[in-house]
């Protein structure tokens, strides 16, 4: 702990002059698609720069008096610092061949949530073969979306191609200002907020002021991440429904489609009485079968029965819970996340797999044109 304190205010300067430095004209380059080979070639370059300065570089001689013998002599040393730097070039390359797209297309449910607390919030992350990134939404804690993120992503990638939002509550938005500040963001897009939220109006206000791409879509667009997975947007319509529970009623419904696997994410919207009965008179059936559903659940709330209707018609394999933000009485009672038992909208003649990530973790599907398989 005093290690962690002392250290803080170092790593808080760091993380101010990174940031403020990132926004200055040229301060980075998008590496993302970077070519390995020419990646090689420019750190064995620097190397033999670095090595031959160092070989070069006069030795000191002390005139007055014997100088204390070195340990090692300079050809001594120069393969040692050779071997050093050759160590870590050998490593960021075997990283990259590591992380080199294997034609799979993987999608993380994260587990997020504020620390010291139940896991909480919406945060899926989605890698595709072509190296593109999509991120949707961003849960409700900024520290516990950085770690996912940076452990799933390579230590150099600071894109992200696609930020998607599916609603304005806190719970899914609030990690995103985080993101696309940290992040070189190719496009921000939800389906537009009639009465928007002071977190939602700052989260427009830096894509703004960072000169992000915004797209405001509607029912019947496709978001397309790289040349192998497209996000069809199934809701809302049109015209944004104005009532009580705009939130969801509106939320972002869409189907990922990609070779070997479709994945329906209803999010917040699976609490939507209006949105499912919508999703069952707008979309034809077979548009509306997906092998994996995703849906959020409030601890203490019962969902639709419509979503019952709308299962038997998705015919999933798996349905993917992640937990909506425990109320302040909830956290105050220490009231767990998980979902149990489960509602009878879920349960009634299953014949799929529950999985919440609020229990197992992490939730991963990986996927090519051979099939689909989960890691818990």
Not at 278 to 301: C, H, T, W
Not at 344 to 369: D, K, M, P, Y
Request: overall charge neutral.
């Amino acid at each position: 702990m005093l290690c962690g304190w002392v250290a803080w205010p170092v790593l808080w300067y760091i993380d101010k002059i990174v940031t403020a430095c990132s926004i200055l004209p040229g301060a980075f380059i998008n590496v993302s698609n970077a070519n390995t080979g020419l990646a090689w070639c420019y750190y064995v370059l620097l190397c033999l720069v670095v090595g031959t300065i160092i070989y070069m570089w006069p030795s000191e001689r002390k005139q007055n008096h014997a100088a204390t013998p070195a340990l090692l002599s300079r050809r001594t040393r120069f393969i040692v610092y050779l071997s050093a730097a050759l160590v870590v070039i050998l490593a960021t390359g075997a990283t990259a061949l590591a992380a080199k797209s294997d034609g799979k297309t993987t999608i993380s449910f994260l587990n997020v949530g504020p620390a010291n607390q139940q896991p909480q919030g919406e945060a899926v992350l989605i890698q595709t073969p072509d190296n593109k990134i999509a991120l949707i939404d961003g849960g409700m804690d900024a520290t516990s979306l950085a770690q996912e993120l940076d452990s799933r992503l390579l230590p150099w990638q600071r894109t992200i191609d696609v930020v998607i939002s599916t609603t304005q509550k806190a719970d899914h938005l609030a990690g995103l200002q985080d993101v696309i500040t940290r992040f070189q963001v190719g496009e921000v897009v939800d389906a537009g907020m009639l009465h928007p939220s002071v977190r939602y109006a700052l989260l427009r206000r830096t894509i703004s002021e960072r000169n992000l791409r915004y797209v405001e879509i509607r029912q019947g667009a496709t978001i397309a991440v790289g040349s192998q997975v497209a996000l069809q947007v199934f809701w809302p319509r049109s015209s944004l429904h104005k009532g009580v529970n705009e939130e969801v009623d509106n939320g972002l419904i869409v189907r990922l489609f990609t070779p070997g696997l479709r994945l329906l994410f209803l999010g917040a919207s699976a609490m939507s009485k209006y949105a499912l009965n919508g999703l069952l008179s707008d979309i034809a059936p077979d548009y509306l079968q997906a092998e994996i559903v995703q849906v959020v659940a409030e601890v203490g709330k019962v969902f639709p029965t419509e979503l019952s209707d709308l299962l038997q018609e998705v015919k999933p394999s798996v349905i993917v819970i992640t937990p909506a933000a425990l109320s302040a009485k909830q956290r105050k009672d220490g009231t767990a996340s998980v979902i149990n038992p489960l509602p009878s909208a879920l349960s009634r003649g299953a014949t799929w797999q529950i999985e919440q990530t609020a229990q197992v973790g992490t939730i991963e599907f990986n996927c090519s044109n051979r099939g689909w398989s989960m890691n818990v």
